[in-house]
């Protein structure tokens, strides 16, 4: 309601003034020191001199306190306090003068209402204005009283009591309206009483107090406001098309506004009529009239709001990518004005959710990731944007809140923990920070850091849990997490908490039952055998029909396992496979029941159990070990052809399995143990050759190798012990040797085996300085890297450039200025190799930092060249990949501009 009553507002202030016109000329005459002071004072008054007049009219009321003009100066000095913004000091001036207020008292109780008004103790101007009028029925100002009252219960929202006043045949409104002729008061009055009915949904009642008031002869601006309170009436009630009638006439009372050089009120009209064609399904009909409200006419605010409804509108309309293109471009006209940030975030939202779209049309169509990732790069761009531009934003918690979905989406887990912390911390009180807590938790567990998550999810559950979106959402998935965390950490008591937590505040949640099956099995792998069997004997009454139960009595077995008590546990497995033959966890109970008899000493059940298990379930992740088994028990038994066909038996049926390279290194000892000793090393030599061997099994299969070899030569007869030790010497020394041992293990999957190379490249690069021969040392251990297939993109890009600054510092050494040149061209080609691309491997992303060390390397080095057109190339491609070294590049870029011109000249 403020819009239609502000302007009214302003023309009862003027009349205010326009009242001490006639004080300047009452007191012409007057002469004497005091009628001077008086006047004087009520001459800044009139001038809008406030801060003066107050303290005149207060020195007035000091020296002259019998005068006539006491009261008077009273007034005046509390109106200027009034326009001072001094509420308090109104009222408490007004209220120590009161028993001088003599035939002014009405007045007095008038500006004390004003001040209680504009400080706000809206109850305190109800009470104000209710007594003027009560006890002042002859005031001059009953009609702005009952107006003040009315305007101080809208604030109240008591808009009945609004209605009520203002309907009142005998009030002072309707008694002002039947007045002619009418004043700027009566039309405060009437959109007063069409707001409260508006508010109250008597929507005809409202829209007749309006056309009364459209009978009247109203100014321009008055009118437009009038009509925008119709036409927000209008759509309340369902009068669409009257409406965009009505929203027309806003347009062109608007255009008259503006025309006279008074306020200009199209673009709220333009909001309007927006509003109005979105009502009535006209979507793209208000795009076109919304982006009016973008010109550079318009203030910040307005062309926030205007963006906001423009992308509102093509997301209704499906039209996404138009959204996004739209934000792009406001962006680019309006980069750092206030308002950008909140379209950053809206873009950078857009883009996520491009990315989510793409990412799952990806999956049902086959199509490539690269668009889908193109998004998620735009959308962790455009946060960041906001991020670095408006540090002081509103937005940013929310845009590092977003940032963190985009770098978990990327893979990129440590940073995304670094994002939602910082969310965390910048994040209001709010449904996004409990959701960046749970989140930065989640990875913490997810990075193994188990106390950690534990104390993230507990804060969340401890300062969110009021709120019910995050109670019902978020705190049971908190709670569950704390539990498997808990046990990660072996930390049953915190565990069987937040167990029992579920239990009491959620009851019949999804999560209470793998919960208490989780807690259980905790207990049974602690060693807690009785509490394991309590609380899973409580799930499996509980939770009855539940498909778990089966998993619950599985666990109770094992908790006899846990107590040694094989016998009870192989009872309980007997019952459990009578019980639930066709239950998916049929071979592990099977196994166990194999692996309870052999443990109990009943070895030939175990065989033939275990025998039957490999025919039975072949393809079952158990099937090696069950297999293992079996050779172990004839390699106990000293029968090493039946173990050894055994172990063949696992790493031929199951090559792929972890315990197939433990089975190649039982069959070489099966082997040896027979005394096959050329087999024996085959099968060393076979396991230490395999490129996904443990390190320490391929170190074992090396041991046993040379122990195979010097055993063939003693049964051979043609061994010596000479022989035998130079054999063991040079083991050791292989073992000792640290750069064959990197030699032999490049192949491995130990991705810190290219980083120690690296830094073995590091060394030799620092002692080059005082032997430049070691430059070559560096160089090859920085193309072993960068040729690693165990080595990321990180590592190799990091690699790539050390080894063009070595070719760089190789080139400097060289006496002639030619093969210096060729040098540094070298160097250069493999900087530019690694900023177009050339080193990513399938499914790679370029390592940004690497990208711009070995950009601002090849700028550098070209410069020194002269070649300062592929140098001015280079920095505008640099430009795409490191927006925000956008400042340096350019500069960069017109330093290049200017060499090739004079070069021109």
Not at 128 to 149: H, M, N, W
Request: aromatic share 10%; charged share 20%; with cysteine.
């Amino acid at each position: 309601m403020k819009r239609y009553l502000n302007v009214i507002r302003t023309l009862w202030f003027v009349e205010i003034l326009m009242l001490l016109a006639p004080l300047s000329g009452r007191l012409q005459a007057a002469n004497s020191v005091e009628t001077k002071a008086f006047q004087a004072a009520g001459e800044k008054f009139r001038l809008g001199f406030w801060l003066q007049a107050e303290g005149e009219f207060a020195d007035f009321a000091k020296k002259y306190p019998t005068s006539e003009h006491y009261t008077e100066a009273v007034l005046f000095e509390a109106q200027a306090q009034f326009k001072l913004h001094k509420y308090p000091a109104v009222i408490a001036l007004l209220a120590a003068e009161q028993p001088r207020a003599g035939t002014a008292a009405d007045q007095f109780a008038f500006w004390t209402g004003q001040a209680q008004f504009e400080g706000t103790n809206y109850s305190g101007a109800v009470e104000t204005f209710a007594r003027l009028l009560k006890e002042y029925p002859t005031s001059g100002r009953r009609l702005e009283a009952a107006l003040g009252q009315a305007e101080a219960q809208s604030k109240l929202q008591n808009w009945q009591l609004v209605i009520d006043a203002l309907r009142e045949p005998a009030g002072p409104f309707q008694q002002a309206v039947e007045a002619s002729p009418p004043s700027d008061l009566v039309v405060r009055g009437f959109f007063l009483l069409g707001e409260a009915e508006f508010a109250k949904k008597e929507y005809a009642a409202a829209e007749a107090t309006l056309g009364r008031l459209g009978q009247r002869t109203l100014g321009t601006e008055v009118k437009w406001a009038r009509e925008h309170l119709l036409g927000r009436v209008q759509v309340a009630a369902g009068r669409i098309e009257a409406a965009l009638q009505t929203s027309t006439n806003l347009l062109t009372l608007a255009a008259e506004v503006k025309q006279a050089g008074r306020t200009n009120l199209q673009s709220e009209s333009v909001a309007f009529r927006a509003e109005t064609l979105e009502h009535m399904d006209r979507l793209a009909e208000a795009v076109e009239i919304s982006e009016k409200n973008l010109g550079p006419e318009q203030a910040p605010e307005r062309r926030r709001q205007a963006i906001l409804k423009i992308v509102e509108l093509n997301l209704k309309q499906g039209k996404t990518d138009a959204a996004a293109r739209r934000l792009e471009a406001f962006l680019g006209d309006y980069p750092a004005e206030k308002g950008s940030d909140l379209a950053l975030l809206t873009l950078g939202e857009l883009s996520l959710k491009q990315y989510y779209q793409a990412t799952q049309s990806t999956a049902e169509t086959n199509k490539p990731l690269e668009i889908a990732t193109n998004y998620l790069q735009q959308a962790s761009s455009n946060f960041e944007t906001l991020i670095t531009t408006f540090t002081n934003s509103e937005f940013a918690g929310k845009a590092r809140l977003q940032l963190g979905w985009c770098l978990l989406a990327g893979g990129r887990i440590p940073e995304s923990a670094v994002a939602f912390s910082a969310a965390v911390n910048s994040l209001p009180f709010s449904e996004d920070q409990a959701v960046a807590r749970f989140k930065l938790a989640d990875i913490q567990f997810q990075q193994k850091e188990f106390g950690k998550a534990i104390t993230n999810y507990e804060l969340m559950i401890k300062e969110y849990s009021a709120m019910p979106s995050v109670k019902s959402g978020l705190c049971e998935r908190a709670l569950y997490q704390v539990v498997r965390a808990a046990l990660q950490e072996t930390n049953m008591a915190v565990a069987s908490d937040a167990m029992s937590r579920i239990l009491a505040g959620y009851p019949d949640g999804p999560l209470l039952e793998p919960s208490m099956l989780l807690v259980g099995q905790g207990f049974g792998h602690h060693a807690e055998a009785s509490r394991a069997r309590e609380v899973l004997s409580t799930v499996v009454e509980r939770f009855a029909n539940s498909s778990l139960v089966p998993e619950a009595e599985l666990a109770i077995a094992r908790t006899y396992e846990a107590e040694s008590d094989w016998p009870g546990a192989i009872s309980r497995y007997e019952t459990w496979l009578a019980k639930y033959t066709n239950s998916a966890s049929l071979p592990r109970a099977e196994f166990a029941q194999a692996w309870a008899n052999a443990e109990a000493g009943r070895e030939t059940n175990a065989l033939q159990q275990f025998t039957n298990f490999v025919a039975q379930f072949p393809t079952n992740e158990l099937a090696p070990l069950a297999q293992t088994w079996v050779g172990d028990f004839f390699w106990a038994q000293q029968d090493f052809q039946k173990a050894e066909a055994s172990y063949q038996d696992v790493f031929n049926k199951w090559p792929a399995a972890e315990p197939a390279f433990r089975a190649r290194m039982m069959a070489g000892l099966s082997a040896f143990g027979r005394q096959n000793f050329l087999e024996a090393m085959g099968y060393f030599t076979n396991l230490s050759i395999l490129p996904n061997c443990p390190p320490r099994l391929a170190l074992q299969a090396q041991f046993a190798y040379n122990d195979a070899l010097i055993a063939n030569g003693d049964a051979a007869g043609g061994s010596h012990a000479s022989d035998t030790n130079k054999a063991l010497v040079n083991y050791k020394e292989a073992i000792n040797n640290f750069d064959a041992i990197l030699t032999a293990y490049t192949n491995l999957d130990n991705s810190m085996i290219p980083l120690i190379i690296g830094r073995m490249g590091d060394c030799y690069f620092s002692l080059a300085e005082s032997s430049p021969g070691q430059y070559d040392s560096a160089t090859n251990a920085y193309q072993r890297v960068i040729d690693s297939t165990l080595a990321d993109i990180s590592a190799r890009s990091q690699a790539e450039v050390k080894l063009a600054r070595t070719l760089e510092k190789q080139a400097r050494l060289k006496h002639s200025p030619e093969e210096q040149s060729q040098g540094l061209e070298l160097a250069l080609e493999r900087h530019l190799n690694l900023v177009s691309g050339q080193n990513l491997r399938a499914d790679e992303r370029q390592d940004l930092f690497w990208v711009k060390e070995a950009g601002f390397d090849a700028g550098r080095l070209a410069e020194e060249l002269g070649h300062w057109g592929p140098a001015m190339n280079l920095y505008r491609d640099l430009l795409t990949l490191l927006p925000s070294m956008q400042q340096t590049l350019e500069k960069r870029i017109s330093r290049a501009q200017e060499k090739l011109a004079a070069e021109k000249r």
